[in-house]
């Protein structure tokens, strides 16, 4: 055996590699992994990095295999067709998208752990719909940051406080690469800010048919605003927030027309982005020679924004002297005095102390706006109502398209492989139909219950393994916690954020510690979750929970796990069997992690709230707290504590724990198959794109010219 056969299977990785296809085809992770472990964990699942540091005799190995080399064979000729396939959704419903693409603008995208540049919901949601464009065949530019350090990543001292490590990304090794020019030059922008011409470098990732684009500010090592506008997400002062969001908005919109992208749809995602406006409308006027108001009136026409937060005004707003500083070359460009440009983000146009608002821009700018829960938009509406004051709160022009999530991306290849045998084997190219999630009535109830325990203990290993790591790490003195394979294993893990209400379980200590005591009905907790580092009541919650789980009571049966990325959020979903959610309703406007739970087989349990206040039918999961909201948020808490224990004491628990004679729980898997036959076909983000082009997408495009105008 000598070198060209590992060259062979080095090129072929590579090539996989070169598409981040990879994040969601379940053959291509075995490939990688089997070849060696260790190394890639090491590397965090980022094949570039991989096969930077495989050796050939690794790789030699592998490839004397036959079955090894038919599979990466078989990867390569299924990435290969499934870029080449034009038999998709998006060519039959929306083939006029393929000249005039959407362009999908988003301050962060998760697609994957080894490309760090998220913090949460908001940017996975945005990795999702991109993958899920890809697949429906929806041509789309996403358009992004690089932050060079990206969001931090997480550890836990022993003193229970979060240890922020940032670390700068490996460009050499990242899965990117950069944009180019016709003649095969790197592309960049320069970009005018008050402070000067300043240039920002393009990259690009291949999201399997379509693309996403990231805009890097470090070309110049010197040059201060590097360290001011890209180097972290959601790092820094207010400053730093606006020159990010002008470099975003307005720099990807120039980014996108120097690679001769002319978009036909501007989807704003949350109003981070909505200085695109600004840039599209200037561009507007010096292409066509058109007047402001004119201008405006095209872009608004072709713009879609959606909403993500429930409270009001206070979120992202500038100073007037901020705006000024910053946006002076655009706003000359657009030929508009300061207080015209600062009436665009005003609530009261005329009220000269109202800060800049950017979601007030985004809807102003927008032809359809939406929020992403049925609950939210009544939520919106209302909260939005002033900048419409001649509307009925009802009349006011947000819709909502509920969130969704990328079925691929986030179901284990266990499971999967139970969908392929039990529903169809075309499963993953239909699951927006219901007819398809509905048989799940009819496959065997041990089958998927074993899968499920497979899941679990799959998880329970992984979780070892990560306590024993902080355990070494922190020289602690003992042995790690042992979980228990057969208990009713629960995960809590978002964003810690006050209004999250992680808390809400301790809050009576006692109960929980009868509850988690149990030897004949072991229930344990799986607990992760990152605190933003500006965020010092978030880290106090943290740091309670962190005390809480040392307590001898709670040893072995509280476990909190550091560093909540897509890896850990992975993992969690696919191998509890319940997932708990606790938002103050109405704050949270969606919340995606219990969807990602609906496709592993884990049960949800949730306040009635975003997404669940609509999905919720009380056989499909379980519901806890009134599903009102107090004028008094503590006794709120305090009713929404009583009725969570309440609930798992007298549902939860007595539904796991109730055994068939084969050990199978039938009144569980009675609420897990009404849960996937009933939300499957909805909380996925094919539906939710599919919903997007056909309520907002192809009108914006042109392409829709009959029907009601106006709201969404
Ligand atoms: C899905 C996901 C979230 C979002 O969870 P919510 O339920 O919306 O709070 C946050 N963080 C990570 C890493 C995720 O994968």
Redesign the pocket.
């Known amino acids: 055996m000598d070198s060209p056969i590992a060259k062979d299977i080095r090129s072929g990785l590579a090539e996989l590699a070169g598409n981040l296809r990879w994040t969601w085809s379940g053959e291509f992770e075995p490939l990688f992994s089997s070849i060696d472990q260790d190394l890639w964990r090491e590397v965090n699942h980022n094949p570039v990095a991989f096969l930077a540091a495989v050796p050939d005799d690794r790789l030699q190995a592998r490839a004397v295999e036959a079955t090894y080399r038919e599979a990466l064979q078989h990867a390569i000729i299924s990435l290969r067709q499934y870029l080449a396939e034009e038999r998709h959704w998006g060519r039959r419903y929306a083939p006029g998208l393929q000249a005039r693409p959407v362009a999908y603008f988003s301050a962060e995208v998760?697609l994957h752990e080894s490309l760090p540049i998220y913090s949460?919901?908001l940017g996975?949601l945005a990795g999702d719909h991109l993958k899920s464009c890809s697949d429906l065949g929806v041509p789309i530019w996403g358009v992004t940051i690089l932050y060079r350090q990206g969001y931090f990543s997480q550890e836990i001292d022993a003193d229970g406080e979060q240890q922020e490590r940032y670390v700068d990304l490996d460009m050499s090794r990242v899965p990117l690469e950069p944009a180019l020019d016709a003649r095969g030059e790197r592309l960049f922008i320069q970009f005018p800010t008050a402070n000067g011409v300043f240039p920002i470098d393009i990259w690009r990732a291949r999201v399997g048919r379509g693309q996403l684009i990231l805009l890097d500010g470090s070309r110049d090592p010197e040059v201060f605003h590097r360290d001011i506008f890209s180097r972290r997400l959601y790092g820094g002062d207010l400053r730093t927030r606006l020159l990010q969001e002008l470099i975003l908005g307005a720099g990807g919109y120039r980014a996108l027309l120097s690679l001769g992208v002319r978009p036909g749809v501007v989807h704003l995602n949350e109003g981070h982005t909505a200085f695109a406006i600004l840039e599209a409308i200037a561009q507007t006027m010096e292409e066509e020679g058109l007047p402001f108001d004119e201008a405006a009136a095209r872009v608004r026409g072709r713009t879609v924004f959606t909403t993500h937060t429930p409270v009001g005004a206070g979120h992202d707003r500038f100073p007037a002297d901020l705006i000024e500083e910053h946006l002076r070359p655009l706003r000359e460009r657009l030929g508009l005095s300061l207080d015209r440009l600062l009436a665009l983000g005003r609530m009261n146009p005329h009220d000269e102390r109202e800060p800049f608002s950017m979601p007030v821009l985004a809807l102003r700018f927008s032809h359809r706006s939406n929020a992403v829960s049925a609950l939210h938009g009544r939520t919106s509406r209302t909260m939005w109502r002033v900048l419409w004051p001649e509307l009925r709160t009802e009349q006011v022009p947000i819709g909502h398209v509920t969130n969704g999530v990328h079925v691929p991306t986030w179901i284990a290849s266990d499971m999967a492989r139970f969908f392929s045998d039990n529903l169809s084997p075309d499963w993953p190219k239909r699951l927006t139909h219901p007819d398809l999630w509905e048989r799940i009535e009819g496959t065997p109830m041990s089958g998927l219950w074993r899968v499920k325990c497979l899941l679990r203990a799959q998880l329970l290993a992984f979780v070892e393994r990560r306590l024993k790591t902080r355990h070494e790490r922190l020289g602690l003195p003992g042995t790690p916690p042992q979980l228990d394979p057969f208990a009713l294993t629960i995960g809590v893990a978002?964003?810690v954020a006050e209004y999250k209400r992680a808390a809400l379980l301790f809050s009576q200590p006692e109960r929980l510690a009868r509850l988690l005591a149990d030897r004949e009905r072991p229930v344990q907790l799986l607990f992760a979750g990152k605190a933003h580092p500006q965020d010092r009541p978030a880290k106090d919650i943290l740091k309670e929970i962190v005390r809480l789980s040392a307590e001898p009571r709670f040893a072995s049966r509280i476990v909190v796990l550091e560093n909540?990325?897509?890896n850990l959020?992975r993992h969690l979903v696919q191998g509890c069997d319940l997932w708990l959610?606790m938002p103050r309703r109405p704050l949270e406007a969606s919340?995606?992690?219990?969807q990602?739970s609906v496709f592993n087989a884990t049960l949800n349990m949730s306040v009635l709230d975003g997404w669940w206040a609509e999905a919720f039918d009380g056989g499909n999961g379980y519901a806890f707290g009134e599903g009102l909201t107090h004028a008094d948020p503590l006794l709120q808490d305090r009713r929404d504590a009583a009725d969570l224990f309440d609930t798992l004491e007298r549902q939860v628990i007595p539904d796991f724990f109730e055994r068939g004679p084969d050990g199978v729980p039938p009144r569980w898997m009675a609420r897990i198959r009404r849960s996937l036959s009933t939300l499957g076909w909805r909380y996925n983000s094919d539906r939710m794109v599919i919903d997007y082009v056909l309520g907002a997408y192809l009108r914006a495009a042109g392409l829709l010219t009959s029907g009601r105008p106006g709201s969404a």
């Open positions: 998760g949460g919901g996975v978002r964003r909540h990325d897509m959020a959610n919340g995606t992690s219990g990602k």
